[in-house]
């Protein structure tokens, strides 16, 4: 048996179905192609390669488009008939003095914001400035304490203790010491702390029993001509100012005591003054009920007589009570100019102002409070010249600005006010050198705290006021801070310039 083919396509069982050889189209092995009449090819006994199928080519399907939702009909009311037409009243042309009024309104917003950027710029143009150059009169800022308070004669130091008990003209209810306690220097910052009198000398020896002589009274130093006056005849010792000055006796049975509250006073009188300049302090203001803290000036040498004739000066005065006080408390200061020709006439009411700040204390940061003046004007703010407490312009004088009466009562008899600035400018009495002050005080007789306000626990003209004060004592004590940053005045730093030209 022949060897098979290996290249032979083994037989299948499968039928076929290829079309079955005939006689005419078979060939034998020794046929040739060129045989015959026709050329008959071989039929390949290799199957076809299967075709490949074609990969699909992805058709980009068009985005769907939004169909509009169809209209709804309008339900029919019943309230119209179809017949009465639906009145349009934005379609029809509107009256003459409807339009009128349209631009009227736009008329006169236009001529408002053009009349306020006028008077902008006006009062922009009017501010009085001080233009003439500042020489540094003073700057402390108690970074070193051995200097900062001056010994019993004024010397050594920046600031004075003025030490007394009489009320310093205000009638009010502490005195001030020389005591550390009551003024020192710490971190830098200036303090000023009332404290009680009860802590130094006991709560009886206040009500009853003690003569207290305070130590180093500076009656003499602080009153004009060394504590002499002069009645015509001659000049004597004020004696009966001295024992007021410098001691107070309590007694239960005539309802005298001591001065409840300890604090202090503090001058630049035998270091500083000005005329004409500027004054810059920053400080923050006390809490607790009945304190007074000020910062202001007194005339230096008393050119026009004792108070009110010289003037005063209050560049910022406050009260401690809250917010809730009735008669501007801690989130008011005010700036005041006090003179007038006559003690007992005083034109304050014609020359203050205040600025409140709505949202908050005084006591609750540091403000810069500032005064400048000139022959022309004095302007009083805090932190900024917006904030104005007083702006005064020396524009007229004195005299006439106050409106006095003709006639004054001089204690015996009626007699023609006369005019202790006539031969001053429009700026006396505020023409001479000042010297600045700063205190806390407690209580007043003067009428700072309003009769019948936020529960004031004495009245002015009572018989013994300060014993009424006294007898308060649980309640207003209570408002007062325990930490001496909160019952006292906090002073950062004290600034004083002049005009160079001195003028």
Known sequence: MPAADPFTTPASSRRSSLRPPTSSSSLSPNDSPSSGPRSILRRSTTPPPLPVPAMPVPVPVPAPIPVPPKKQPRMRSHMISPDTPVPRPWTAHPPARASIAYYLTYVVIV??????????????????????????VLEEDFSNPSTVFADASGKGGTFFREVGMDGFGTGEFSMATASANNSFVLDGQLYIVPTLTADAIGADAVRDGTVYNITGCTFNQTHGNGGYLNDGYGSYFD???????????????????????????????????????KVEVRAKMPDG??????????????????????????????????????????NYVQGTLNWGPAQGLNGADKTYSWWTDKRKKFSSDFHTYSLEWTEDFLRISVDTRLHTLL???????????????EVVYNGSSLTALQNP?????????????????????????????????GDKPWLDRAQNP??????????????????????????????????????
């Open 239 to 277: 004696l009966a100012g001295y024992t007021k000055a410098c001691s107070a006796v309590s007694n239960a049975t005539a309802g005298t005591v001591i001065n409840p509250v300890q604090t202090a006073r503090l001058s630049t009188k035998f270091s500083a003054s000005i005329r004409y300049g």
């Open 111 to 136: 001529i408002g914001i053009a009349l306020g950027a006028l008077q902008t710029a006006l009062e922009y143009k009017g501010v009085q400035l001080d233009r003439k150059p500042l020489c540094l």
């Open 421 to 453: 600035w006539i031969n001053g400018t429009n700026a006396t009495p505020f023409d001479q050198e000042f010297y600045l002050i700063l205190d806390v005080a407690a209580g007043s007789t003067s009428g700072w705290f309003p009769e019948g306000q």
């Open 391 to 405: 702006d005064l312009r020396f524009d007229t004088p004195f005299f006439k600005r106050g409106q006095f009466p």
């Open 466 to 503: 300060m014993l009424d004060f006294l007898n308060a004592q649980p309640h207003w004590y209570s408002t007062w801070p325990a930490n001496a940053a909160g019952r006292g005045m906090v002073v950062d730093y004290v600034k004083m310039w002049k005009h160079c030209d001195g003028n």
């Open 289 to 330: 009920d009945w304190l007074w803290p000020a910062i202001w000036m007194l005339p230096r040498d008393e050119v026009y007589g004792p108070w009110p004739l010289s003037g005063e000066i209050d560049i910022a005065e406050s009260r401690g009570n809250g917010l809730r006080y009735t008669a501007h408390g801690s």
